[in-house]
């Protein structure tokens, strides 16, 4: 029942806060579109004036994709020297994000602007967020413990010779990594929402409260994180499905993929504030509202200053 | 034992002379007896050979091929160059290989073991024993033949690099003593290398196989007794004749099966044999069409298949360091339980080893000097029979959204190939292994390609018949193949070759410049005749004229390699001009002042130059198509969007 509540009412608040959903989607396509513009000026160099362009409008020949992708000068491999940098700003970027989610979701709705709460949010918590993600390694090196050990194990076991085996083996480790990544996710963003609640500067007790919070209620807390990503796989089908009818051999029929995929990445930010919104369900539903209040009227004072 | 006078009965039964009418011209005639120890991995073998001096020197000493000496430690050559590893395997060093000779003498002569000395002719190096040496006591003289007996144990490898074992399943090649091939009186008898294959004479070959009875066997040739021993074992003997190699293959978990294959034009009646592992079976289907539409393409386009069987092999789980090798009727390939239908490598392997029974096996080019002539020949096979049966768009990768032809996929290793060694090189002589396969495999197999264009489809289908045909079971060089590409078209191919072959440069012409001005109207002072006084006047305005353009466009050579080209200039009224140029310079421009713009100006416009590195920039447009640039841009973007989403969500 818990989850359920929880991922309805993360559901009902996400949908009733566009904005958030559109500031998510603004930074993801500020980012790209750095890469979009490196992407294009190479491509446009290498392939622009040429005859091949009308084909690879109509066909997509191979030849020259392949010749454009593979040059050492060409668009992908300049956008790839860039990528990195893109990403690590994305990724503290996305630390503010956070922030700003996170304190439009604990604050009551419609009381603040959105935008003092939001950038209020991601300004005030971005230094306990920082350091968070730093003493996350408390929780990362043991998740990598266990997969190395595992890992050794499944080596021993393995026989190169029992190819299901070995196939069998790969998508146990597959799995694996990905439960190990998203239980140590989960536990940062409850630690983070016992931050923004408990407005703490506690920032690695809120961490080991939160391991605890996790691993006592690990069938809620999963379930609530699974449910979620299930509602995130129909809108990637949805989004493939749809997608994969429109002919792209036209200008219009490039504007709406894009236009498509601009609506997929806004529905990817209501599905992180679906998460968030669940999360803070899940978390005041448990026993530590005593705390949550406290956090409340930290956040109440702050956004009334505001 | 006691088998040996039957044996020889079945085989005299059976084989012509040494040099009686086959196929090949047969300098070697092998009769081993082997016998596999599958608790130590062990092959313990007595050859008997006939060898004939089949040229005009007196010889006075035998080299011969030690191969899986190779494998003995790291400190051999194959070992040195390779670091190790094969095509991604690594070495056990728990499971060495090793070939011992335990002793050579000439059939009722003297023992020449003392006499055996290793030998490392291409780098000196003192640890290598893949070639041995033995003195004669008296020459062999010109037309006689000389009879040896050798004892042999060999101990395979844990199989990295083609030959050895994985668990019960042994792939055995390269495993017995082997003459060299004696050419224009010199001995070509190579080390083994990391980046070589192997090169011999043709002859027959008996060879009598004991396993264990468990274990199914496929081997060179066709099978002429069986039988089963008190021991536990079984003793299988096979024969062939107008070959230059034999291998062997066995495992418990082989699944045989075996079906005729039959062709009217040319006339083919070979039985297919398939040994497929047990774990693999639900591949099988993949194999067999693959191996019928093999023989069929290969059969059509360059000649009948000339023996009556054709073994495929799928190496076992964990085996695969066997896998994608030929040898003679008999070639492994290789697959795994999961690998989907859309991605073709199953077909392409198979493909590729049968075709070298044509391109290695029938045509017996020396692979360790001039490695083009089986791997970039084949490759252009493979090419052709792959994009013909699968379609050129898709054969190897055809997954909804992801389309790729073997053409489009060796050319971009063409295109990655360096600027380092050329197609004609020496295996070892490389500056790396993968040089060396970009160059002998891609690049040769797409330079053929951009011959046939040359020459057109019609000619190069004679060029390669005729090819097929005055070399099978002979020895070609690449002069060989070039002259016969020569006399087949009736045309001085020097520029071709002597280029694409012997010089590691690449193949780019581009148009660099493409413009269209107003020619403008004249303004100024002009010395302009009176036309009544005939006195020089200046005037002020030339005559009026009608708007004109000037048009230009520059080719340039941004390649080495110089080709002759053909331009194509396209203008406004749809007129097209179609220009030559020698392409010697580095650059050429052609000026047009005409009424109309033009539009666009292609180099090389029917692509008949495959082995361009750079297609796009082959031509130039003024109405470029921006959405395309847009389309791949967004696609990028959106594929960006996804990974920034996914890292933080």
Request: proline letters at 2%; charged letters at 20%.
């Given at each position: 029942m818990t989850i359920t509540t929880c991922l309805k009412k993360g559901v009902t608040e996400a949908t009733a806060r566009p904005n958030l959903m559109g500031v998510l989607w603004l930074f993801n396509i500020l980012f790209a579109s750095i890469l979009y513009f490196i992407f294009f000026g190479a491509f446009d160099a290498a392939v622009g004036p040429s005859l091949a362009l009308k084909d690879l409008l109509k066909t997509g020949d191979m030849n020259i994709i392949l010749e454009t992708l593979t040059k050492p000068a060409g668009p992908f491999t300049a956008s790839l020297r860039m990528a990195p940098y893109i990403i690590l700003l994305y990724f503290l970027a996305n630390i503010f994000l956070q922030g700003g989610v996170l304190n439009v979701l604990i604050a009551p709705r419609g009381r603040d602007k959105f935008a003092a709460c939001f950038f209020g949010g991601g300004g005030r918590f971005y230094g306990r967020f920082l350091r968070l993600l730093i003493y996350s390694a408390v929780v990362w090196v043991p998740a990598g413990i266990l997969f190395v050990a595992v890992n050794a194990f499944l080596r021993?076991?393995?026989?190169?010779?029992?190819?299901?085996?070995?196939?069998?083996?790969?998508?146990?480790?597959?799995?694996?990594?990905?439960?190990?990544?998203?239980?140590?996710?989960?536990?940062?963003?409850?630690?983070?929402?016992?931050?923004?609640?408990?407005?703490?500067?506690?920032?690695?007790?809120?961490?080991?409260?939160?391991?605890?919070?996790?691993?006592?209620?690990?069938?809620?807390?999963?379930?609530?994180?699974?449910?979620?990503?299930?509602?995130?796989?129909?809108?990637?089908?949805?989004?493939?499905?749809?997608?994969?009818?429109?002919g792209t051999t036209t200008a219009a029929g490039i504007l709406a993929v894009f236009l498509i995929t601009q609506v997929y990445i806004a529905g990817r930010g209501w599905l992180r504030a679906a998460y968030q919104t669940g999360q803070l369900e899940m978390f005041t539903i448990s026993g530590l509202t005593r705390e949550a209040k406290q956090g409340n009227n930290g956040v109440k004072e702050e956004a009334a200053a505001v | 034992m006691r088998k040996i006078p039957i044996l020889l009965g079945v085989v005299l039964a059976c084989m012509p002379g040494i040099t009686s009418a086959g196929l090949s011209r047969q300098v070697v005639n092998y009769d081993i007896h082997v016998r596999l120890l599958p608790e130590t991995k062990t092959l313990e073998g007595r050859e008997t050979l006939l060898w004939l001096n089949d040229s005009n020197t007196e010889v006075t000493e035998l080299p011969f091929h030690l191969y899986l000496n190779a494998f003995k430690n790291n400190r051999t050559t194959f070992m040195k160059e390779s670091g190790g590893s094969s095509r991604g395997f690594k070495v056990d060093e728990a499971n060495w290989g090793r070939i011992t000779v335990r002793s050579i003498r000439l059939q009722n002569g003297p023992d020449l073991t003392p006499t055996l000395v290793y030998a490392a002719p291409d780098d000196g190096n003192p640890d290598d024993q893949t070639v041995m040496r033995v003195t004669l006591p008296a020459p062999v003289k010109p037309g006689e033949t000389a009879a040896l007996e050798i004892a042999f144990e060999t101990k395979l490898p844990k199989v990295f690099a083609r030959s050895g074992f994985v668990g019960n399943f042994f792939m055995v090649g390269q495993w017995f003593p082997k003459i060299g091939v004696l050419r224009d009186g010199v001995w070509n008898c190579h080390q083994y290398h990391a980046q070589s294959e192997f090169f011999a004479d043709y002859g027959l070959f008996t060879v009598e196989i004991t396993v264990p009875e468990a274990y199914v066997v496929g081997a060179t040739g066709r099978r002429v007794k069986e039988s089963r021993n008190a021991d536990g074992t079984k003793s299988l003997v096979y024969f062939q004749e107008d070959v230059h190699d034999f291998a062997w293959t066995t495992c418990p978990d082989f699944v045989e099966s075996r079906e005729r294959f039959t062709m009217d034009e040319p006339k083919v009646d070979t039985e297919m044999i398939f040994l497929v592992h047990r774990a693999h079976l639900g591949q099988r289907d993949r194999y067999v069409r693959a191996l019928k539409q093999g023989l069929g393409f290969y059969s059509k386009n360059y000649g009948a298949y000339p023996y009556g069987t054709i073994t495929l092999v799928d190496p076992a789980p964990g085996g695969m360091g066997a896998g994608g090798m030929e040898y003679p009727t008999l070639f492994t390939a290789g697959t795994t339980s999961f690998i989907p239908r859309g991605l073709r490598v199953p077909e392409m392997v198979t493909i590729h080893e049968f075709g070298h029974g044509y391109w290695y096996g029938i045509v017996g080019s020396n692979e360790f000097e001039e490695a083009w002539l089986d791997e970039g020949i084949n490759t252009y096979s493979e090419i052709k029979a792959m994009d013909s049966l699968y379609g050129s768009d898709r054969a190897m990768i055809d997954f909804p959204g992801l389309k790729i032809g073997d053409f489009s996929y060796q050319r971009l290793a063409t295109i990655g190939s360096g600027r380092f060694d050329p197609i004609v090189r020496k295996s070892w002589d490389y500056i790396s292994g993968s040089s060396y396969s970009l160059n002998v495999y891609s690049k040769a197999g797409i330079m053929l390609l951009t011959l046939e264009r040359v020459l057109g489809e019609e000619v190069m289908a004679k060029v390669m018949k005729t090819y097929f045909e005055t070399w099978k079971f002979r020895h070609p060089r690449t002069e060989d193949f070039v002259r016969t590409a020569e006399e087949t078209s009736g045309r001085d191919l020097g520029w071709f070759f002597d280029q694409v072959l012997h010089s590691p440069d690449k193949l780019d012409y581009a148009i660099t410049d493409l413009r269209s001005e107003e020619v403008q109207e004249p303004k100024g002072l002009f010395d302009r005749k009176d036309s009544r006084t005939g006195a020089a006047n200046a005037v002020d305005?030339?005559?009026?004229?009608?708007?004109?353009?000037?048009?230009?466009?520059?080719?340039?050579?941004?390649?080495?390699?110089?080709?002759?080209?053909?331009?194509?200039?396209?203008?406004?009224?749809?007129?097209?001009v179609r220009e030559t140029w020698d392409g010697r310079d580095r650059w050429k421009k052609f000026v047009y002042t005409l009424p109309v713009k033009l539009t666009s100006a292609q180099v090389d416009p029917d692509n008949r130059y495959l082995l361009d590195v750079n297609f796009a920039n082959n031509s130039r447009t003024l109405a470029p198509t921006p959405w395309a640039t847009r389309k791949y841009a967004l696609g990028f973007m959106g594929w960006v969007q996804h990974l920034l989403s996914f890292v933080t969500l």
């Open positions: 021993v076991l393995g026989d190169s010779s029992r190819e299901r085996q070995m196939v069998l083996f790969v998508i146990i480790r597959v799995a694996l990594v990905l439960f190990l990544l998203h239980l140590v996710k989960m536990v940062l963003d409850y630690a983070r929402i016992m931050i923004a609640t408990r407005d703490s500067r506690s920032v690695f007790r809120a961490l080991m409260d939160a391991v605890r919070f996790v691993l006592r209620r690990l069938g809620g807390t999963l379930g609530l994180y699974y449910l979620l990503g299930l509602t995130g796989l129909a809108m990637a089908l949805v989004y493939l499905s749809v997608k994969s009818i429109i | 305005k030339g005559t009026a004229q009608k708007p004109a353009f000037q048009n230009t466009v520059v080719v340039a050579r941004l390649g080495e390699w110089i080709f002759p080209q053909e331009i194509k200039v396209t203008f406004a009224d749809g007129k097209e």
